[in-house]
């Protein structure tokens, strides 16, 4: 019986994917990497002031990290690789233009030193925790999710104004800079409160386990 279009082109997907998952370099890993490939570009399409194709590169970035995503989840491709580099992806990409547009004042300064200074003290804090107490996962939470969406939306708008886009004047990307500014610090000192929590539920699981393991002292009548 014959495929149809679609059933032949899900089929050649899920072959691709079969064949380099040996070497753990999926279809879905290998456009989170293509998206890795545009901090480069948008960093210097944003400082040469090329923002209407700094948009459109952006544009093209936010459709990978869609589709990345949907093939790993309908092609069963997922990775402990491509889970790790997706969110470094992302991040990577919205330090990249808060710096690069704060360079060229179509950000304020401080906004970007606001995004950094969370990314890092997250992540300096998540890696403490994770030497004293060992490995843990960290997945993000839904105010992480709304920081996220709330940045990106603000690059967006401040790249559409300064490209000239109509419909968006400098009111909005005013309300945008102090949603993002806001909403940052908020899922930064969450991150941390959660962070704390995790510290201190480690420290009492191995206080309980160096109970349970203590030898009980055998009496001896003498």
């Known amino acids: 019986m ?14 691709k994917g079969e064949a380099v998952n040996s070497s753990g370099l999926t279809l ?43 093939v790993a989840r309908i092609f069963h491709q997922s990775t402990p690789l491509g889970i790790a580099l997706d969110p470094i992806a992302d991040k990577l990409l919205l330090m990249t233009l808060y710096i690069t547009l704060a360079v060229r004042d179509v950000l304020p300064p401080w906004l970007a030193i606001v995004v950094l200074s969370r990314d890092l003290g997250i992540i300096i ?3 403490m925790v994770n030497l004293i107490v060992g490995y843990r996962p960290l997945p993000p939470s839904w105010l992480g999710k709304v920081s996220t969406f709330v940045q990106m939306s603000t690059v967006l708008v401040a790249l559409g104004w300064a490209a000239h886009v109509p419909l968006i004047a400098s009111g909005f990307v005013r309300v945008a800079i102090d949603a993002a500014g806001a909403i940052t610090v908020i899922s ?26 203590d030898p009980v002292p055998v009496r001896s009548d003498k």
Not at 2 to 15: D, G, N, T, V, Y
Not at 42 to 64: G, K, M, Q, T
Not at 189 to 205: G, I, K, M, T
Request: charged share 25%; aromatic share 10%; net charge positive.
């Open 2 to 15: 014959r495929r149809s279009r679609s059933e032949e082109f899900k089929w050649f997907l899920s072959a």
């Open 28 to 70: 879905a890993t290998q456009i989170t990497l293509l998206r890795l490939a545009f901090v480069p570009i948008l960093a210097i399409l944003v400082v040469e002031r090329r923002y209407p194709w700094a948009l459109l590169a952006l544009a093209v970035a936010a459709i990978s990290d869609f589709t990345d995503g949907a």
């Open 125 to 127: 804090t998540a890696l």
């Open 188 to 213: 930064g000192l969450h991150y941390l409160v959660v962070l704390r929590r995790r510290y201190d539920q480690q420290e009492q699981l191995k206080v309980e386990e160096s109970k349970t393991q």
